[in-house]
């Protein structure tokens, strides 16, 4: 019963808007409350009155920034620290305006970092809250996968990790399309009320169609997986210029003023972890000349961006001769596509082996970013050994200035296929943002922590 009720998607979606609304009223109201303290005169009678308004104010701005929208959105810092920035702006304005209300441009700007650390503190622990609901197999989505054998099993790895989604049933694709009764019949079982499909390059326009009509008559939502190579076509606007409607494509790129922005972030970025991580990389420089002969940095040359090569660092974890040797490895490789690895390298050291599963030997490459090699996010810098083994669709994913940290990090490393880091870089480049990027940032610590895929 308590998965059924958790499983309403306009019930469960209500009440995640409620609690987060619920959440973000007390972050605000204690900032307020807090500044009003600090101004000297203690929470004065008038402004606690009319309290209601500078908070209803601030939840109708992270409303309008899509902070109580789906998880991909509301977990956006760039949008939470936007929003607070521009309520802060408002109520700073209408104090101006209205100086008989008791707050003061100095309370707002009080208040900023306040509701700041409120928030974030008690939205991270919201998310946190729900995915231990998750976990404990409450309110999961039941999910039917369609689509070719390979893509399924793709799409089922992902659907058994820890997330919002079950696994209803799967339905695959013929020549002549999908079986629409082996799909109606696996929904009628499971009472699956999504969809996701892959391969729908597969279908013919008619297949498709039916497949769409069947599943909006039985209210069934249907999402697609998108192929690697609609992602390298570029954002996709409707056009009905010679009266029908087209879709025109146009590649993405970051303008002055992005570029600009990513730049500060990432100077401000490498300059501070520098500072903040000396002792450590002092430690581990020591530790990794200590365990074995050779030098404590690891120069290699790897492709940029555009695939301009250049020089990344990181700290030794293999032996001197690790390059001769990975000739005589590669019938070892455990890596698909142009990749290589190997879970249990025979070249790694002993503190290499440490360093490499806590991610530390990448730090040197703060450096590449100081530089403008490379960016804090961004597509992971290959081997020459594997760019020249891309293919020209792979290659694509040189479009942007590569990172330390990435959504292929994030979600998986060392454990997601080439296909699958090459998917999640395109759809890096395509849908860039600053907000992302310090997304990636703060869920790379997690990735780091759990050490799942680091080897």
Same mark, same amino acid.
């Given at each position: ?96 305006? +209205? ?34 609901? +998750? ?31 079950? &696994? ?25 009320? @999504? ?19 069947? &599943? ?13 190579? @609609? ?84 700290? $030794? ?25 190997? $879970? ?62 990435? +959504? ?18 395109? +759809? ?28």
């Amino acid at each position: 019963m308590t998965e059924k009720i958790l499983g309403g998607g306009f019930l469960r979606r209500s009440l995640s808007v409620a609690a987060l609304l619920a959440l973000d009223a007390v972050s605000l109201a204690l900032g307020l409350l807090v500044a009003l303290y600090l101004a000297g005169d203690g929470p004065v009678a008038g402004a606690v009155g009319v309290l209601p308004v500078p908070v209803a104010l601030g939840l109708a701005v992270f409303g309008a920034l899509d902070l109580y929208d789906r998880a991909s959105r509301r977990r956006s810092p760039g949008a939470l620290i936007g929003g607070l920035l521009l309520w802060a702006g408002l109520v700073s304005a209408g104090s101006v305006l +209205y100086p008989q209300s008791g707050y003061s441009p100095g309370v707002a700007l009080t208040a900023l970092p306040i509701a700041l650390a409120a928030s974030g503190g008690l939205r991270l622990l919201y998310e946190q809250g729900i995915e231990l609901v +998750y976990r404990r197999g409450l309110g999961l989505v039941p999910t039917v996968v369609v689509g070719p054998p390979e893509g399924r099993a793709r799409l089922r790895r992902l659907v058994e990790e820890p997330g919002a989604y079950s &696994l209803a049933g799967e339905v695959g694709i013929s020549p002549s399309g999908v079986d629409l009764e082996e799909l109606r019949g696996v929904l009628d079982c499971s009472g699956a009320e @999504h969809v996701v499909l892959t391969g729908a390059e597969r279908l013919s326009d008619e297949s498709f169609l039916e497949l769409l009509r069947s &599943l909006r008559l039985r209210g069934v939502r249907l999402r697609v997986v998108p192929g690697a190579v @609609h992602l390298t076509r570029g954002r996709a606007v409707l056009s009905s210029g010679m009266g029908l409607p087209l879709l025109e494509v146009d590649y993405p790129s970051l303008d002055n003023t992005q570029r600009a922005l990513k730049r500060a972030l990432d100077v401000a970025g490498s300059l501070a972890a520098l500072a903040a991580l000396s002792p450590l990389l002092l430690a581990v420089a020591l530790a990794v000349r200590l365990d074995s002969r050779g030098p404590v940095f690891f120069r290699q040359t790897r492709a940029g961006a555009d695939g301009k090569a250049f020089l990344c660092y990181k700290f $030794r974890s293999m032996h001197p001769d690790a390059e001769e040797r990975q000739e005589d490895l590669e019938e070892r490789n455990e890596a698909d596509g142009a990749a290589f690895k190997i $879970r249990d390298d025979p070249r790694v050291t002993l503190v290499g082996r440490s360093i490499r599963r806590w991610s530390i030997d990448e730090l040197p490459q703060l450096l590449n970013v100081l530089a403008g090699d490379m960016s804090l996010v961004g597509p992971r810098p290959l081997p020459l050994r594997d760019f020249e083994r891309l293919g020209e669709l792979q290659t694509r994913r040189l479009a942007a200035v590569p990172g330390i940290t990435g +959504y292929w990090q994030t979600s998986g490393r060392s454990d997601l296929s080439f296909e699958d880091m090459v998917r999640l870089d395109l +759809y890096y480049i395509e849908n860039w943002s600053l907000s992302l990027d310090l997304k990636i940032i703060l869920k790379t610590v997690g990735a780091v922590l759990n050490r799942k895929g680091a080897y």
